[in-house]
């Protein structure tokens, strides 16, 4: 992600901030320019350069700490582009309920983020039922009879979110208990997200539906069944040389979302390696494949070879100081080139290079 600063004083940010711990000054998120905006003490609403006369105030759920981005004073709903997307968020009278939501918007107005970078259409499913997105954040407690068919999931544009997933000692536990090497809640929105923009960026148009079968495989075999077979059978031998994922093997719906939630992990950890000017410069007597320097914004780059070059060392290098510490690595895949050719489709279709 970006680097931000306090316009007042130039004090470093995190995306979240919404008080400057330097200067005090108010801050809040613009997603139209990417920015965090600072509003002095004798100020009580938000004025943004070229954006004339309007006047913004906090989306409504800065309300309950849950969101620092901008709206419109005259948007009716008092909602924020993210916010919007909301369609079930759980009851916030419960406390533990309201920590594990707020932990939820954090992930979610991240992955939001990166979507406008993409320049992907974000559109609540509440205002375009048809083509739109809504989130959908549930608790299996005192759902019932239904609580076991409630889980993490997408159809038809809705995105399902176990607010468990909030929970890291139960997503650890999960993690084990799936045999899985990496679990987020980034992660499950980036994964999700990804079967929504393959029903309106794929499925629409029969070229680049036919472009992605030679590149992912074919799609219509029932995905029922071969989601069975992968929980009866596991993946096969040699998963680790076509698929980014155990379970990217299960079928091409799968391994379509799990390669573009890599491929947002990517471009996410570039631009913030950009924007520290990261470089890796290892002491080593072969250091051609692992030096790097985060010289572009991976947004800007037509070359994904060249975004993954330089993603390949900074991975491994980070990987290196968290084993340093005890902790476990930060990306633990390996990126084949079957999986550097999935997401080279992947770019070239958000670049537009393909229609």
């Not at 130039?10 to 400057?20: G, I, K, S, V």
């Not at 350069?49 to 005259?74: I, M, R």
């Not at 924007?275 to 985060?294: A, C, D, E, R």
């Not at 993954?308 to 491994?316: D, E, G, Y």
Request: hydrophobic share 35%.
């Amino acid at each position: 992600m970006k680097l931000f600063q306090c316009q007042n004083c130039a004090h470093p940010l995190f995306f979240e901030n919404d008080t400057c711990e330097k200067c005090r000054y108010q801050l809040a998120y613009r997603d139209s320019t990417f920015d965090l905006i600072a509003l002095g003490p004798d100020s009580a609403d938000w004025t943004i350069p070229n954006e004339g006369s309007h006047q913004f105030t906090y989306c409504k759920n800065h309300d309950f700490n849950a969101c620092n981005w901008l709206v419109l004073k005259t948007d009716t709903t008092g909602y924020c582009t993210a916010c919007k997307l909301n369609r079930t968020i759980p009851d916030l009278s419960i406390k533990k309920n309201l920590k594990k939501w707020k932990r939820i918007e954090v992930a979610k107005h991240r992955l939001i983020y990166q979507l406008q970078k993409l320049s992907l259409p974000v559109q609540s499913k509440l205002s375009h039922p048809e083509t739109g997105l809504c989130f959908d954040f549930l608790s299996r407690k005192g759902a019932g009879e239904n609580s076991k068919n409630i889980m993490t999931g997408h159809a038809n544009g809705v995105v399902t979110i176990l607010i468990s997933e909030a929970d890291s000692v139960l997503r650890e536990q999960m993690k084990r208990d799936m045999n899985e090497r990496y679990r987020t809640l980034i992660g499950h929105f980036r994964h999700e997200v990804g079967h929504y923009y393959w029903e309106q960026l794929i499925f629409p148009n029969d070229k680049i539906l036919n472009d992605f079968r030679n590149v992912f495989g074919d799609e219509r075999p029932s995905y029922g069944k071969a989601l069975k077979e992968y929980y009866k059978n596991g993946p096969e031998k040699k998963w680790r040389k076509n698929f980014i994922s155990k379970y990217a093997s299960s079928h091409p719906w799968e391994d379509w979302a799990e390669t573009w939630a890599h491929y947002l992990h990517i471009l996410d950890t570039l631009e913030t390696a950009y924007y520290f000017g990261i470089k890796v410069k290892p002491q080593l007597t072969n250091k051609k494949h692992m030096k790097m320097k985060s010289a572009f914004d991976p947004y800007d780059e037509p070359s994904f070879k060249k975004i993954v070059s330089k993603a390949i060392p900074l991975f491994f290098s980070i990987n290196s100081v968290n084993r340093s510490m005890g902790i476990a690595d930060v990306y633990p895949f390996v990126i084949s080139k079957s999986v550097i050719k999935k997401m080279e489709f992947i770019h070239a279709l958000v670049r537009r290079d393909i229609a």
